[in-house]
C-alpha cells in the first residue's frame, strides 16, 4: 500500500460557502453583498406585510391594491432603463448609493398613508427610485467584474437576496401575529430604516465600476496650438459612435430581452398561479403555498451559486436556458394534474412541480445573466442591462394577464399553452446564444488570420 505524503496538496473540493467566503475578497463584491444582506432584509419585510396593510390597516379594496402595484410596476418599466442610461453618465455608485436610500425614505413613509391616493402616489414613487437605483447597480457588476465572474457576482447576490428576503419575512411575521395598525406601521418603519442602512457599504465602491469619463482630446496643430474645427470633427465622431451602441439599435440585444421577459413571465406563475391554482382547482391547504416559497427559498440559496459556474460562456447559457425551459414546461404539465386529486396526493404533485419549477428558474436566471452580460456593448454598459431590465419588468407587468388567462382560465389545457410560450422562448435564447457564439468564433478565427473575417452585425 503507498503511503500518502501529508503535505502533498490535497484535490478536496471547496465547500460551497467556503468558495462564496473566498470570493468576498473581492473589494467590489464585499461592498455589494453587505449593502444587499442589509436592504433586502427591510424588502422582505415589506413584501410580507404590503398587500395586508393596503387591504386591512389602510382599508383599500383588492382591486385597488391591484391598481397600486400595477402602477407601481408600470413605472418601474421607465426605471428600468433610466437607471442604466444615467449610470452611463455619471457615476453609478453615488446614484445607486442615492436613489436606493431615496427608495428606503419613501417606504417607510407607507407608515403615514391613509388613503388611496396616498398608498398610490408613495408606491410609484418608492418602486421608481429603488428600481433606478437596482438597474444602476447592473451597470456596475458590469463593469466591477472580469466577464467570468460577473455571473458568480450575480449567483452570490442572489443568493445572499434570498436568505435577507427570507430573514426578513420572519421579522414581518410579528406584526402579521399581532395584526394590530401599530404593529404594522412599526415594521414598515423599521424596513425602511434598515434599507437606509443598507446602502451605506455602497459608498465603498472603487470609481473603477463608475462608466469611464467620455472626453475627446483636443486636436492640435504642428505648432501646438488647439485646431478647433478638427477638435469639433472629433467630438461629432465620438458622438455618432455613442449614438451607435446603443442598444435599442441592436436587434439581437432587443431580441434577447423579449424573449428572456418572456420567460421571466415565470415568476408571475409562482407569485400568482400557484397560489390561485391551489386554492380555488385542487384540494390542497393553503399553508402549501407558503411550504412552497420556503422550498424554493431553499434550493436557490443551495444551487443558485453552482448551477451559474460557466454560464458567462454564451453556449453554456443559452444550454442552460433550453433545459430550463424542458423544465419549465415539465412543471406547468405537473401543477396541472394536482387538480381533482385526493389532498395528499395534490401535495405531493404540487411539491414536484415546484421543484421543477426552481431549478427552472436557477438555470434560466444563470444563462439570462451570462448573455445579457457577453452580448452587451461594454462602453454602453448600463444602457444595455437597463434595457434588459426593463424587458424583465414588462414580463412582470403582464405575467398576472398571461397566467390568469391561460392556466387559471382553462385549466390543463391553459397549462400546457404556457409550458409551450415558455419552452418557445427557451428555444429562441437558445437560437440566439448558438448564433452569438458562430459570430465570436469566426471574429476569433478572423484575427487570428490578419483580420479578414467579420462578425456577424448584430
Not at 407601481?72 to 428600468?80: I, K
Not at 415594521?187 to 446602502?199: H, P
Not at 496650438?225 to 451602441?245: H, Y
Amino acid at each position: 500500500m503507498i503511503s500518502q505524503d501529508p503535505s502533498a496538496p490535497t484535490s478536496t473540493k471547496p465547500s460551497l460557502s467556503a468558495r462564496i467566503a473566498r470570493s468576498l475578497d473581492d473589494p467590489v463584491l464585499r461592498a455589494l453583498v453587505a449593502s444587499t444582506a442589509v436592504s433586502r432584509i427591510g424588502r422582505g419585510v415589506f413584501l410580507s406585510v404590503t398587500v395586508l396593510y393596503f387591504t386591512l390597516i389602510i382599508g383599500l379594496s383588492a382591486g385597488e391594491a391591484a391598481v397600486v402595484l400595477a402602477v407601481s410596476s408600470a413605472f418601474g418599466v421607465l426605471a428600468s432603463f433610466l437607471g442604466g442610461w444615467l449610470a452611463d453618465r455619471w457615476s453609478a455608485r453615488r446614484l445607486t448609493f442615492a436613489f436606493e436610500a431615496l427608495g428606503a425614505v419613501l417606504l417607510a413613509t407607507y407608515a403615514f398613508a391613509d388613503t388611496f391616493v396616498a398608498a398610490l402616489v408613495i408606491a410609484t414613487l418608492a418602486g421608481f427610485f429603488d428600481t433606478i437605483g437596482h438597474s444602476s447597480r447592473s451597470a456596475i457588476i458590469a463593469r466591477g467584474f472580469a466577464p467570468d465572474k460577473r455571473v458568480h457576482a450575480r449567483a452570490v447576490l442572489r443568493t445572499v437576496t434570498n436568505l435577507s428576503i427570507a430573514f426578513g419575512s420572519g421579522i414581518a411575521a410579528i406584526a402579521l401575529a399581532l395584526g394590530t395598525p401599530e404593529a404594522y406601521r412599526a415594521v414598515i418603519v423599521g424596513a425602511g430604516v434598515i434599507g437606509i442602512l443598507g446602502t451605506l457599504p455602497l459608498l465603498r465602491l472603487p470609481a473603477s465600476v463608475d462608466a469611464p469619463t467620455r472626453t475627446v482630446e483636443p486636436v492640435r496643430t504642428e505648432t501646438g496650438s488647439i485646431d478647433t474645427r478638427n477638435t469639433a470633427d472629433a467630438a461629432r465622431v465620438a458622438r455618432l459612435d455613442w449614438r451607435r451602441r446603443s442598444p435599442w439599435r441592436d436587434r439581437r440585444y432587443l431580441l434577447l430581452t423579449l424573449l428572456s421577459a418572456i420567460f421571466g413571465m415565470q415568476f408571475g406563475v409562482a407569485e400568482l398561479g400557484v397560489p390561485l391554482w391551489i386554492t380555488e382547482r385542487t384540494t390542497a391547504p393553503e399553508v402549501v403555498v407558503a411550504a412552497i416559497l420556503i422550498l424554493n427559498t431553499t434550493l436557490v440559496v443551495l444551487f443558485q451559486v453552482r448551477a451559474s459556474r460557466g454560464t458567462h460562456d454564451v453556449r453554456v447559457a443559452g444550454r442552460v436556458t433550453m433545459i430550463a425551459g424542458w423544465l419549465m414546461a415539465a412543471a406547468c404539465i405537473v401543477y396541472a394534474l394536482a387538480a381533482g386529486l385526493p389532498t395528499w396526493s395534490a401535495i405531493v404533485i404540487l411539491l414536484a412541480a415546484a421543484v421543477l419549477h426552481t431549478f427552472a428558474e436557477i438555470l434560466s436566471q444563470a444563462g439570462a445573466w451570462g448573455l445579457s452580460f457577453e452580448l452587451a456593448d461594454p462602453v454602453r454598459a448600463g444602457a444595455y442591462q437597463g434595457v434588459f431590465g426593463m424587458g424583465f419588468s414588462v414580463g412582470a407587468l403582464a405575467a398576472p394577464i398571461v397566467v390568469n388567462a391561460t392556466a387559471i382560465t382553462y385549466g390543463f389545457v391553459g397549462w400546457v399553452v404556457l409550458g409551450v410560450v415558455f419552452l418557445g422562448s427557451a428555444a429562441g435564447i437558445r437560437w440566439i446564444a448558438r448564433k452569438a457564439a458562430a459570430a465570436l468564433e469566426r471574429e476569433k478565427h478572423g484575427h487570428a488570420n490578419g483580420g479578414t473575417a467579420m462578425a456577424e452585425p448584430a
